[in-house]
């Protein structure tokens, strides 16, 4: 007992760290976070679209309406009283609850955005996480939607990715009719399934490979060849849409797959997105079952391995679980944390402030009202203005602002106060000069612009 | 069988609202409500206080370390493996943990504010969410804290509320050691949680019902008279301090208690707080156990039934659950969602806006590269520029730019390309005109600044 007594610590304490697959930042990451997601937000309403947010819990029936095997057991539930809850594990679920309660108060188009937690209790491993943002887009209308909505949302995403500048980056477009249009003409409809899941695995599998697990589907290898002779087509964007259109197919599916594909490249190239941010890709199927034409994934060409970091597509029946309506819409959406982590891992972003501070202020006298005025004058001129408030050595509190990297110090004492000018400390440049509190905001207002 | 078929639907539908006691807005009321929400977070930069978040979810123990009782029943708990889980109830607990956590790599003082949803499953009525925001900024030091970072603390909420323009509004402080010394000083610290329980109640029970409540608790009237005396005396802020330090009661924490008091109400002076915008509340308590020094509330002068919309003070033991550091704080926090909708329902504060849009293009021609021009040169200049992409007739497209109430709507027909200028109109005014895209963007800027 004894014995026990001097290994175990004198007081037990709690674990601290975050839950694994949960992500918590230190405040220079958070601020660089924070930034990027302001960014997304800027893009998303440039172009009109409306914030929404919705709660972070909803009735399980409603999330487990559109899902079930792996997304089922991935959900959190929450047993509260009678009822049975859940955490939200996307945001289009919550869109399709939102647009059906509120049909009545909506303006159709609908063009929302929607940035916000969603939970997924898969196993913790490198670039999945348990909590993480997403930051969607959609356009929702009633009864017809046009192809125009889809290019103007694969223009957001371009216009997005272009502002947050992490490098080349290309949208990967497909129809999914095109997909299932040639399956029925090759009298495959009923291995559909199949087919699209070996076919998603497009690119992590070798072409012998995708080969090789067909031909284990019992599919006719002139079939196997027909397909992939279409599908492994290379050329620039609009030859394998002229390619598609001069194969004779005359599938009304595979026809109004292409029809549409065209139409969406031509809008995209008309709203301004240049050509070389977008291609086909035929092989682009999206897991989720919803998608009935345009998809798209969107991928860093100098970080391919990274997996697409945006995708979307377009989808007919939103609301048919709760309105008798004839919703349909088209949306992307921008996996945040996970592209964060990658980028900031990969040293492709780098936080560069530990503050928001503009400027810290020491105080080296007990005369405060001075101080106080100071900061008064600087924040009403917007400048982010901390005070170091603490009684402490002059060495601490030089330390902190050292710590803190805030872009000025204003050193603040007695001799200062009757002289009317005071200490500026460029941080950078360690250049000290005595000032008038007019020539300190210009002096900090200059620099923040630079 | 023929009957329930003809009463039932065909296909019954799901339930839609969101859950009792969850806040969900229109995208009218959610652009306000995120109008809020970037005001306050400004006021808290403005300070320099760092940005953190954490995971919704903690582990249960985390949570349970500090509460007990009436919390513990309202703490929504997740089941997931072998893990206990819960929602957090408040951002206290997070950033106890969070600081424990990541000790070493914080800088102190360790100034952070955060913005978040917390949870608490409470029985839903009027005034009281399941889900809601809080805003809370606080200051973390080691071993010591000034008694200034109380009056930051204070004074960067009179900030806020002054930002936040919703009328006139008061902080009431106390400070704890005022209450325990005087209790102590009656030889009544046995009873302090029954005492300081029926104190509480001042302002929702007469005073004969406190004078009554206390003489059940088998408080002396003496006692009781000699309390009141002193708690009720009335006078200016720094009256009621004099009147503190006459009362020759020489017990330690009492006079701790009213010279701290002192000092944070001289240092909220100092650093530029009306006095008018404070005063002393000798009843302010604040239910939580943890404070331990200045405790305070704040009122809407024209809406005290609102009760306090912002509360905060001092605590020592942040930390004794997680790290055997001495680590002390002082916070307020915003309870943004009650408030918010409070203040929309008694009309204090009205969505202004139904879309973030400053333009909305309507293009009239099938020749979408000019459309796609002319908003690509309006969001470069800043502008948030939405277009109409439907097929509809020119009176639905109408419709929409009325029903969104866009500032400006911009009419796009072949006409207007081949003159090369636009047809901008104002929607407040109903003025119309032909301007070439400078004047638009000059147009909109200067209606944006009014």
């Known amino acids: 007992m004894f014995f026990r007594k001097k290994t175990l610590p004198l007081t037990t304490k709690i674990q601290t760290q975050a839950l694994p697959g949960f992500i918590e930042l230190l405040p220079s990451d958070q601020i660089l976070f924070n930034d990027f997601k302001a960014k997304i937000i800027e893009a998303y309403e440039s172009f009109g679209f409306l914030p929404i947010e919705t709660p972070l819990i909803e009735r399980e029936e409603v999330l487990l309406a559109k899902v079930g095997g792996e997304t089922e057991k991935e959900i959190y539930k929450i047993k509260k009283g009678d009822n049975n809850l859940a955490l939200r594990f996307d945001l289009t679920v919550p869109l399709a609850r939102y647009v059906s309660e509120h049909y009545h108060d909506l303006v159709f188009p609908f063009k929302r955005y929607h940035v916000g937690k969603v939970y997924r209790g898969e196993r913790p491993q490198k670039g999945r996480y348990r909590e993480f943002y997403q930051c969607d887009v959609d356009i929702i209308n009633e009864n017809e939607l046009s192809l125009q909505s889809d290019a103007e949302v694969l223009s957001l995403i371009y216009e997005t990715f272009s502002k947050l500048k992490i490098g080349p980056f290309r949208l990967e477009i497909n129809n999914r009719k095109i997909l299932f249009g040639l399956l029925e003409n090759l009298d495959l409809s009923k291995k559909e399934k199949e087919v699209l899941r070996i076919l998603d695995k497009k690119g992590k599998i070798s072409d012998q490979e995708t080969v090789e697990l067909l031909e284990k589907e019992k599919i006719d290898t002139g079939k196997i060849e027909a397909l992939l002779k279409i599908l492994n087509f290379e050329g620039s964007t609009f030859e394998i849409v002229e390619f598609l259109k001069n194969q004779n197919i005359s599938n009304e599916t595979f026809l109004t797959g292409v029809t549409e594909l065209e139409e969406v490249l031509i809008s995209l190239e008309v709203l301004g997105v240049p050509t070389h941010f977008f291609k086909v890709n035929l092989f682009i199927i999206r897991g989720l079952d919803y998608y009935t034409g345009t998809v798209f994934e969107t991928f860093l060409l100098d970080n391919l391995d990274l997996g697409s970091i945006s995708s979307g597509g377009r989808y007919e029946k939103l609301t048919e679980n709760y309105l008798d309506k004839k919703l349909m819409g088209v949306g992307a959406s921008i996996g945040l944390s996970r592209l964060f982590i990658e980028?900031?891992?990969?040293?492709?972003?780098?936080?560069?402030?530990?503050?928001?501070?503009?400027?810290?202020?020491?105080?080296?006298?007990?005369?405060?009202?001075?101080?106080?005025?100071?900061?008064?004058?600087?924040?009403?001129?917007?400048?982010?203005?901390?005070?170091?408030?603490?009684?402490?050595?002059?060495?601490?509190?030089l330390n902190y602002a050292n710590k803190q990297e805030a872009p000025f110090v204003i050193l603040l004492g007695d001799e200062e106060i009757s002289e009317k000018k005071f200490t500026l400390k460029n941080m950078n440049s360690g250049e000290q000069e005595k000032l008038p509190i007019e020539e300190i905001v210009e002096k900090i207002k200059i620099n923040d612009a630079l």
């Open 343 to 397: 980028l900031k891992t990969r040293g492709l972003i780098k936080s560069l402030k530990k503050t928001t501070s503009q400027v810290i202020i020491i105080p080296l006298t007990e005369n405060l009202i001075e101080v106080g005025k100071v900061a008064k004058i600087l924040r009403e001129q917007e400048i982010k203005t901390e005070i170091y408030l603490e009684k402490s050595s002059m060495k601490k509190k």
